[in-house]
């Protein structure tokens, strides 16, 4: 069947009108917020936050953090700090904002923090950790993957 150059036109602008209807439709129900609220003035207080991941060259040994799943508590393991030390964790979640949380902490003479957190759902979190130790800032992030089942 041989179709006519007007037809096969024809037929091109309706599938492409199609197709950009589609992509209207559908780029408006997604959400387009960003996650952190005041994301630009995170940008412009940037050069703090590398000063602070390069200061920890300067420790002996670097931040250790781990979360234990069973028992749902987290540890930071300061390795030889032995000054007293205080800093805030921020619990960031990516997929959802309002699961995000922070929580001050104070570690005076021990090497180690632990705090029960019961409320992390599964998924991806990112523990974000600044601390002073009177001297310097430091700052450290990891990933966490958590599977409750």
Partial sequence: MKIHWGNAIF????????????TVIKSRSVDHSLVAENYYQHDITYQKKYDAITNRNFLSSDLIINYDVTHKELRLLFGDQKVSVKGIITFYRASSKKDDFASEFVVKDNVT???????????KWQIKVQWNDGTRDYYKEEDIYINVV
């Fill in 11 to 22: 037929i091109f602008f309706i599938c492409y009108i199609s197709l950009l209807v589609f």
């Fill in 113 to 123: 923090y632990s705090q029960k957190i019961p409320q992390l759902k599964s998924g």
